[in-house]
């Protein structure tokens, strides 16, 4: 975990499973969101807020999930944020979350919230992320189906040379499999095609984005669309695809701690995240993209090709929690290690 105090930008390390700062006038967050990438909007409402001081606790998104399990009651931040849909729903189901009255949750689509304790605040479609060098003269993969006969084609090509997220490790990895086979069934013949080129596995996207810059990898496989689509803007090596016969979307979601300590400011700071106003810095100055299509124009892009691709908006709501039935869940992560053949690595 790593600890920013938000105003002079003091930077430290700080011991896990540590208690939020106590300050009368704080905000507490506890996020798997990079700063790099979430900076922008906590600097518009400091600004706009000058008097709380932000404490900004910046996680991967399994171990942000261990650490509010583990934390007391009197422990837990204001607000929570993580692009692991399915554990925020959890949570709120598991009651560490207290409803959020806020007349702007009626522009946000259903999907992008549950029992208004949940938000989600973000529109972050899953890509396949590309070297451009690597794949010069060579015909890029855009449906999940070209992509899996490509691996199945080019072998020599492949081995050793695709990145992934490790569902062990990285909770958005496992939501995003796990939503992969809900909605298709070529989800099997891709794992064994990953599993056949030897797929590298990682916790986190920038290493992988990393690695393809570098040509260690030729291809990252369901990427998270907002830090891969930043990256690709300002790294000439990098090219993004949106799969054409189906897009699986994400959504950071947000909710406030029923044991929150400085509970307007949380309010004020979620309000933020989904008022206009928010999304339109999201939208200008971040590496998020904003829900709102009017706000922001890679939203606006990403929906007016809807003719030819077909988003999937992962939903919030209960069914999230299917694939973390514990039984469920060993079965999926060792049919998915029987596939990828990880010992190979």
Known sequence: ????????????????????????????????????????????????????????????????????????????????????????????????AQPIKDSALEALPDWAKWRNEAVGFTYEPIVFVYNKQAFKGKT???????????????????????????????????????????????????QESLGRTI??????????????????????????????????KHDPRIGVV????????VSRVAYISKAAKHVENARSFVHYLISKHGQQVMADKSELI??????????????SIKQTINFHPIPLGPALMVYLDQSKKKRFIRSWENALSPSKQ
């Open 1 to 96: 975990m790593r600890y920013y105090f938000i105003g002079l930008w003091i930077v430290f390390s700080s011991a896990l499973f540590a208690a939020p700062k106590s300050n009368s006038n704080a905000l507490d967050i506890y996020s798997a969101t990079d700063l790099r990438a979430i900076k922008p909007l906590l600097d518009d409402y400091r600004a706009r807020h000058p008097d709380v001081q932000v404490n900004y606790h910046e996680f991967n998104t399994l171990q942000l999930y261990q650490t509010i399990k583990k934390l007391s009651l009197d422990q837990q931040p204001d607000v929570v944020i993580s692009s692991s849909m399915d554990l925020q729903v959890r949570l709120v189901n598991d009651g560490y």
């Open 140 to 190: 890029i993969p855009r449906t999940h189906e070209s992509l899996a006969l490509s691996m199945r084609s080019n072998d020599a090509f492949y081995t050793h040379k695709v990145g992934s997220y490790d569902v062990r490790r990285s909770a958005l990895g496992y939501l995003i499999a796990t939503q992969d086979e809900v909605a298709s069934s070529i989800s099997g013949r891709l």
């Open 199 to 232: 797929t590298q596995v990682y916790c986190c996207t920038s290493q992988i984005l990393d690695d393809i810059a570098s040509n260690k990898l030729v291809l990252g496989y369901n990427m998270l669309g907002s830090y891969s689509l930043a990256r690709a």
């Open 242 to 249: 949106i799969p054409e016969d189906y897009t699986l979307v």
């Open 290 to 303: 904003a829900l709102y299509p009017s706000l922001d124009p890679l939203t606006d892009r990403l929906l």
